[in-house]
Structures are given as C-alpha cells and as structure tokens.
C-alpha cells in the first residue's frame, strides 16, 4: 500500500488547491521526469521549460493578475514547488528564483512603471530573470556586500559581482543588491546587453546539473533612474525576498522526499531477497515507517505555514524552521531510500542519487542548514550568535 497522505491533509485542501496540485504533478510526470536524466547527465539547463512553466503558470502565481501573475494563494504556490520539485530540484529553483526572487521583489518594491514593463513578461516566461545578492566573498553575510552603486551623469554607475546565480547564463534581467553612497543597500534591475554587464556560467557541479548557475559582473555598467527599485532600500527587502523564495524551497523539498520514498515503497516490493519481497523485512519497513512519519511532519508544518502566509502573519523564524527541517528531512529519507535500494540506488535508473545530490545544493542555498539554525536560536534566546 503506498500511502503519501497518511493524515488526509487534501482534505484541508480547497477543491481549486487540488486540482492544481493534481495539473502540476501530471505536468512533471509527463514533461519533466522523462528527460530530466539525461539533462543533468549533460549538465545542460532545459531552456524549453522557461516557457512551459509559462504557460502552466508556475511563475509568479501570488503576483495579481492584472500584472500577469496567476493570483493565487500560498498554499497553491507551495503545492507547485512541491510537485515541479518531484521532478527535479533545478526546476524547482528556476521557478523559485522567478517567482519569489523576480516578480515578487519587483511588484513588492518597484513603480507602476516597472511593473508593467517586466511582470506581464516574466510571467509567461517569455522572460528569466535571476537574483543577485550572494557575492563571492559574502554568502552567509550579506550585509557585507561590497557591489557598489554611485549615482552619476545620466543615471547611476555599477560594479562589483555576484556568485552562485541560478539562472544567470541565461537571464534577460537581474535583480541585484548593491551598497549606494549613503552605506544602505538598494535593489536595481540590471537588464542583459547594458555595455559592462556579462554572466559567466559555473562548470563542473556534482549538484543541481541541469540548472543554469553563474556569475553577475558588473563593470561600469550605467544604470538608468527608471532601473533603481523605489521602495528596496536596506538589506531587509533584500531579506524578505529571501523569506518568500525559503518558503517555496520548504514545500519543494516535500516532493523530493515523496518521490525517493515512492522509489523506495515499489522498489522494495519489486526486488526478492531470501525468497521474499525486501519490503517483508523489518528493518525496510523500519525505513519506511520512519520516511513516512517525518514527510508527514513536513506536510503539516507547510500546510501551517501556507495558511499564516495566507494571513500575511508568517513570521522569517517560522519560515526559516520549515525551511531547515523539510530539506533535512528530504535528505534523510533520500540517503534511507537509496540504501533500500542498494546499488541500484546510485543508478540514473532511479531518481535518487539525482535527487540526493541535488539536496545538498538545497541544504546550503536561500540560508545554509546551520545558519537557519542560528536565526532560530536568536529567537529562543534573544542574543544572535552570528553577529
């Protein structure tokens, strides 16, 4: 019996929930599990799905509809990154980056104007965007971003670098962070084909294959009035782009462990050892038992979460916690399912070797496992360790 709802939680979905969860997962099912092998294999980014997503409406589904987002809720947009993320992680953070690193810092901070320049577009994916805060020197720290912007005769002057872009090599636009001249971080819109403006893409990762991940430079790059974000000024908007796009990678990392665990619960009914099924051994079904109660956990604490989002009440340590505990979780139940299935587990038969690595990406990006610890720990005692 495979069992992934064991607490009925569609049963606290709304009818229009569901069928979104239900069209998302048939679209990875059909689009994305049958090639997503053979992209991360080649380390080549899909292209081909930016305009997919598009037209599925993944990107910016809480953006309103009059600026060409979808209009949803949070749990609806959470449901989406769960099952694009049954697929594969990569495609989950492109649709994270463009909907919560993109459209929302731009219909959050930007004029009416840019709105309605970028957000229709983005929407249908006839658009990338990326995100550039993270620098090579500044990860964990952001505050300490040296990328600097100084007004200037006909707009203001750009440079620096950001690292570790998903998106980048492949990006029309960039959201991107920089220290202005008053020593507080704003937030600009850095479009491809500004004379100074290059990516350059990162070869040889072992995690997040089929992602397109880069580098940002900036070299003199004039950037006019009409770019500068009004309303992102100082890191915290910079942060609460951070809150949403965690708040999608918690719902994410749920579909990864469905998928490992699905693998494991067929596998290990399929595979005979002893001359019985593996899944007759206790210890297998110790496995099992074990994925199931932590993913369950998981999916109330996001269904909790969804629900205070929705109330607009979710608060950065509440998102910070899910964030943490589904991707520790999802990495857990990855390395228990690929031991179920021995060596076939480290296979590209399989999803979970891809699935595995791909996590410990996840486990690092949008805050590292031990920063988020150390933002929860600063709740609880009220002195933050890192700082």
């Known amino acids: 019996m495979l069992t992934t709802d064991f607490f009925q939680i569609e049963e606290l979905l709304t009818p229009e929930q569901r069928l979104i969860a239900q069209v998302v997962k048939e679209f990875s099912d059909l689009e994305i599990k049958p090639i997503i092998e053979e992209y991360a294999q080649k380390a080549e980014f899909p292209q081909q799905f930016i305009r997919k997503f598009g037209e599925l409406g993944v990107f910016g589904p809480t ?36 909907s919560s690193l993109v459209m929302w810092p731009i219909f959050q901070f930007g004029s009416e ?33 040296k990328t600097y912007i100084a007004k200037t005769h006909g707009g203001y002057m750009l440079n620096g670098s950001k690292m570790w872009i998903s998106n980048a090599p492949f990006a029309d636009i960039a959201v991107v962070w920089a220290r202005n001249e008053d020593g507080r971080v704003q937030g600009v819109i ?7 403006f290059s990516t350059a893409t990162i070869h040889g990762k ?7 991940t880069g580098e940002l430079l900036f070299d003199n790059v004039l950037i006019p009035k009409e770019n500068i974000l009004p309303d992102a000024i100082g890191l915290k908007a910079a942060l609460q782009c951070l809150d949403h796009a965690r708040y999608g990678v918690a719902w994410g990392a749920i579909g990864v462990a469905l998928d490992c665990y699905e693998t494991a619960v ?36 996001s269904w909790r979460l969804g629900t205070l989002m929705n109330e607009s009440r979710a608060t950065t340590t509440q ?14 139940v990855a390395r228990e399912s690929r031991q179920i299935l021995g060596a076939m587990g480290i296979t590209d038969s399989y999803p979970i070797m891809r699935h595995m690595m791909n996590l410990e990406s996840v486990t690092t990006y949008e805050g590292t496992h031990d920063i988020h610890l150390l933002i929860l720990g600063a709740e609880i005692t009220g002195h933050p360790a890192f700082k």
């Open 63 to 98: 953006i309103p509809k009059e600026y060409g987002g979808g209009g949803m809720d949070y749990i609806s947009y959470g449901l989406m990154c769960q099952e694009i993320e049954r697929g594969d992680s990569s495609m989950r953070s492109t649709v994270s980056v463009q």
């Open 319 to 332: 998102i910070s916690m899910a964030k943490r505990n589904n991707v520790e979780m999802a990495l857990q």
């Open 190 to 196: 850095v479009e491809r084909g500004m004379e100074g």
């Open 113 to 145: 104007e840019q709105k309605q320049k970028y957000l229709p577009g983005l929407g249908k994916g006839e658009i990338l965007g990326c995100f550039g805060l993270t620098e090579p020197d500044h990860g964990s720290d952001p505050g300490g971003l």
């Open 206 to 212: 072992w995690s997040l294959r089929a992602s397109a």
């Open 266 to 301: 067929r596998y290990s009914g399929e595979r005979f050892q002893f001359n019985k099924p593996i899944s007759a051994f206790q210890l297998v079904q110790k496995k099992l038992a074990e994925m199931l109660t932590e993913i369950t956990k998981a999916q109330l604490l």
